[in-house]
């Protein structure tokens, strides 16, 4: 990693919050002075000067170095920032309190000051062989019941048409099966009254297509090469499958709860102090992430809060819990990863960033690179570093039968649902 151009000093503040000396070196700032202006340059005219061809030392002298100036450290502001938190390694919570310095003179270094809230930092308690409630999946009747509705629906809406057959089609049909060379139906290959989707995929390769084009009353000899296996033969083996694919689906639930409740288990040992302002930081920051998603989505802010019926400070507020129980938890686990040592292998790094490198059409070696220039790794590896304090006390949790639901607790959650 190329070394920060910014140099930093911290200093620890009260309720979770440090200020940050960062000074930008002279020759750094001369360099992005010296990019400002020829790209100011570019839009100017001068006489004796082609366009776009004006040397950067005239642009100064011709709008003043102040002017200059201002615009380079506007422009490069947001990236000094970034290398500043990534030289001192605090993890950030809501945004800085940012203090800009004097400009100075050529020659002379510029300083920049910011005082924003960080992680808590957690006295952990015992985190290793915790016990955590942990559920046995399984594939809910209703849902198994609903979805075989859902396909039943699906069926029948159909429309009886008089054009031949083609893709997206059903057709029903009588049909009798002999094996090549021989007269008489082999066993199981005789069936009437069969509804079939043309283009659908679900039949031996070629009986589909050899429907196509069709039309009611026509008889039609097909020669197929039977695979090894086919679809569904009774109702009995759809339903069963439905299931089996509900019960894994629930199993990565029942596992992400348990894991949540193993550190939460730990959260309870641990002892940790978030103050007020950090919550409501770390609420905005959550609500932000989300208000940036709908967006994407199409659905912009104010629209979002007319939607809710609520105010930005009532959602704010609702979110604080959320919040809290976020910082908790990140702070233990920070605290584990310092207590074991725990670091990023490079195989662990290229494998995480190995979907987007698929996405972005780049190698996770490049993309890595990019990240690292960027300022950006240091989430990646923070994010990979608490993963792996999850699975160290996960693998060392002990799973218990959940506590049943009492008929009130039952009630006050409906109630809680109504709300």
């Given at each position: 990693m190329p070394a920060a151009v910014v140099s930093t000093t911290v200093t620890e503040l009260p309720e979770s919050r440090v200020r940050v000396e960062?000074?930008?070196?002279?020759?750094?700032l001369e360099r992005r002075i010296d990019q400002v202006a020829r790209s100011l340059g570019r839009d100017m005219k001068m006489p004796g000067f082609r366009a776009g061809k004006i040397p950067?030392?005239?642009?100064?002298?011709?709008?003043?170095?102040e002017v200059v100036l201002d615009e380079a450290i506007r422009a490069t502001l947001g990236r000094w920032y970034v290398q500043a938190v990534e030289e001192t390694g605090i993890q950030t919570v809501g945004d800085p309190d940012l203090s800009l310095g004097d400009q100075g003179g050529p020659g002379e270094p510029w300083?920049?000051?910011?005082?924003?809230?960080?992680?808590?930092?957690?006295?952990?308690?015992?985190?290793?062989?915790?016990?955590?409630?942990?559920?046995?999946?399984?594939?809910?009747?209703?849902?198994?019941n609903g979805q075989l509705d859902e396909l039943r629906e699906r069926m029948s809406r159909l429309e009886t048409v008089e054009e031949p057959a083609g893709e997206g089609?059903?057709?029903?049909?009588?049909?009798?099966?002999?094996?090549?060379?021989?007269?008489?139906?082999?066993?199981?290959?005789?069936?009437?009254?069969q509804l079939i989707e043309l283009g659908s995929g679900r039949l031996i390769p070629g009986f589909e297509e050899g429907l196509s084009g069709a039309?009611?009353?026509?008889?039609?000899?097909?020669?197929?090469?039977?695979?090894?296996?086919?679809g569904f033969e009774t109702l009995d083996e759809l339903r069963e499958d439905i299931a089996t694919r509900l019960k894994e689906q629930d199993e990565q639930r029942a596992d992400a709860e348990f894991r949540e409740a193993v550190?939460?288990?730990?959260?309870?040992?641990?002892?940790?102090?978030?103050?007020?302002?950090?919550?409501?930081?770390?609420?905005?920051?959550?609500?932000e992430r989300m208000l940036h998603n709908l967006e994407h989505q199409g659905i912009a802010r104010d629209m979002y809060f007319q939607i809710a019926g609520k105010t930005?400070?009532?959602?704010?507020?609702?979110?604080?819990?959320?919040?809290e129980r976020t910082l908790e938890r990140e702070a233990v686990l920070a605290a584990i990863v310092d207590a074991e040592d725990l670091e990023p292998s490079d195989s662990d790094i290229l494998d995480a960033l190995q979907t987007s490198a698929v996405r972005d059409e780049t190698t996770p070696e490049k993309l890595r690179e990019r990240l690292e220039k960027a300022g950006r790794l240091d989430d990646l590896l923070d994010d990979l570093r608490q993963r792996a304090a999850l699975d160290l006390i996960v693998e060392h949790a002990t799973a218990v039968e959940p506590e049943p639901v009492t008929a009130d607790e039952t009630s006050a959650a409906a109630d809680s649902g109504d709300a």
């Open positions: 960062a000074q930008i070196p002279a020759d750094e950067s030392k005239v642009v100064v002298q011709r709008l003043g170095r300083s920049f000051s910011f005082e924003v809230g960080v992680r808590p930092v957690a006295t952990l308690g015992t985190y290793k062989g915790l016990e955590a409630p942990r559920r046995e999946p399984a594939a809910d009747e209703e849902i198994v089609d059903f057709v029903v049909m009588d049909y009798v099966g002999t094996l090549a060379g021989e007269d008489e139906p082999f066993e199981g290959g005789t069936g009437s009254d039309s009611a009353g026509d008889d039609r000899t097909v020669e197929l090469s039977f695979p090894d296996a086919a550190l939460d288990a730990a959260v309870e040992q641990a002892t940790v102090e978030v103050p007020n302002p950090l919550i409501r930081a770390r609420s905005a920051e959550l609500m930005e400070d009532e959602l704010l507020e609702e979110g604080s819990e959320e919040a």
